[in-house]
T-cell receptor, first 113, second 114 residues
Framework: DQQVKQNSPSLSVQEGRISILNCDYT??????FLWYKKYPAEGPTFLIS?????DKNEDGRFTVFLNKSAKHLSLHIVPSQPGDSAVYFC????????????FGAGTRLFVKA | NAGVTQTPKFQVLKTGQSMTLQCAQDMNHNSMYWYRQDPGMGLRLIYYSASEGTTDKGEVPNGYNVSRLNKREFSLRLESAAPSQTSVYFCASRQTSGSPGELFFGEGSRLTVL
């Protein structure tokens, strides 16, 4: 039973346009939500996070929105660049004596020049 | 800057063989994690260690054991490997504080079980 779901396996966007990656979760007890980026043959790297008590967090070209009533979050990348082409994982963390982090299946983003 | 180091990077096993994946971090992080990545499944948590001396099951712990040897090292053992354990394994660590902070990942260990 997947607690964190990314229903779009892939997304293709033109350079300079907005990329919107979506994520749904089932457990309302998560404390934080995070996005990670992964290039082939490398480990994932942290991108941006948001606390469950906030609804928006922005860092440069990256903005994460959290809609708690819908149990939905999204990552906006504006403007998209070819170097953003990678797999993006949505993740959710819950404190259980330590932070347990669960990941979604990932969305592969293609940014076309 | 080594960060999180995993060994070996590649391994081929026969069904029933055992092996241990090693992980070490040099960032003085409290928490360490083992994930596996499979196509269409994303990263699934196998085991984690919130702090030295503790370990807890994740989403897919069956067939694995772990040891938090000290604050730096967290190993993953397959006692009797099965083809279903063919995967890419990632070790990660984080500094636990009031917020989860980012996970730092190793480069991965690709395991094939024949």
């Amino acid at each position: 039973d997947q607690q964190v779901k990314q229903n779009s396996p892939s997304l293709s966007v033109q350079e300079g346009r907005i990329s919107i990656l979506n994520c749904d979760y089932t457990n309302s007890m998560f404390d934080y939500f995070l996005w990670y980026k992964k290039y082939p043959a490398e480990g994932p790297t942290f991108l941006i996070s948001i606390s469950s008590i906030k609804d928006k967090n922005e860092d440069g070209r990256f903005t994460v929105f959290l809609n708690k009533s819908a149990k939905h979050l999204s990552l906006h990348i504006v403007p998209s660049q070819p170097g953003d082409s990678a797999v993006y994982f949505c993740a959710a963390s819950k404190y259980t004596g330590g932070f347990k982090t669960i990941f979604g299946a990932g969305t592969r983003l293609f940014v076309k020049a | 800057n080594a960060g999180v180091t995993q060994t070996p990077k590649f391994q081929v096993l026969k069904t029933g063989q055992s092996m241990t994946l090693q992980c070490a971090q040099d960032m003085n992080h409290n928490s360490m994690y083992w994930y596996r990545q499979d196509p269409g499944m994303g990263l699934r948590l196998i085991y984690y260690s919130a702090s030295e001396g503790t370990t807890d099951k994740g989403e897919v712990p069956n067939g694995y054991n772990v040891s938090r040897l000290n604050k730096r090292e967290f190993s993953l053992r397959l006692e009797s490997a099965a083809p279903s354990q063919t995967s890419v394994y990632f070790c990660a660590s984080r500094q636990t504080s009031g917020s989860p902070g980012e996970l730092f990942f190793g480069e991965g260990s690709r395991l094939t079980v024949l």
